[in-house]
């Protein structure tokens, strides 16, 4: 079993930076594949980015790319979401997710999620 606490979203204004941080309990983490997503008011789970287990490999979304980068530390159980040059249209809650079944975009793969920290980008 893995519990995931998500942190570090609020409000920010467009061009600014933040950076998410998932902290994992479970001593198996370390063998997880992660995930970020986001769900905006009224859509569906959006894929931001993934990360293997090893950290070798990484998948974003096109509309983050250059953008985000995610991280991870497997000696504090966390993972990272750094989001620079963010844009209102980023604005969303953003949940951490981890999984045993491979690294990918699909929510489908992770079976352990937090419950969000929300992100707000003024224009």
């Given at each position: 079993q893995v519990q995931l606490v998500?942190?570090?979203?609020?409000?920010v204004q467009a061009g600014g930076s933040l950076r998410l941080s998932c902290a994992?309990?479970?001593?198996?983490?370390?063998?997880?594949?992660?995930?970020?997503f986001r769900q905006a008011p009224g859509k569906e789970h959006e894929f931001v980015?993934?990360?293997s287990w090893s950290g070798a490999t990484i998948y974003y979304a096109e509309s983050v790319k250059?953008?985000?980068?995610?991280?991870?530390?497997?000696?504090?159980?966390?993972?990272?979401?750094?989001?620079?040059?963010?844009?209102?249209?980023?604005?969303?809650?953003y949940l951490c997710a981890a999984g045993s079944r491979g690294v990918g975009r699909g929510s489908g793969l992770y079976?352990?999620?937090g419950q969000g920290t929300q992100v707000t980008v003024s224009s």
């Open positions: 998500e942190s570090g979203g609020g409000l994992a309990s479970g001593r198996t983490f370390s063998s997880y594949a992660v995930g970020w980015a993934a990360l250059g953008r985000f980068t995610i991280s991870r530390d497997n000696a504090k159980n966390t993972v990272y979401l750094q989001m620079n040059s963010l844009k209102p249209e980023d604005t969303a809650l079976d352990y999620w």
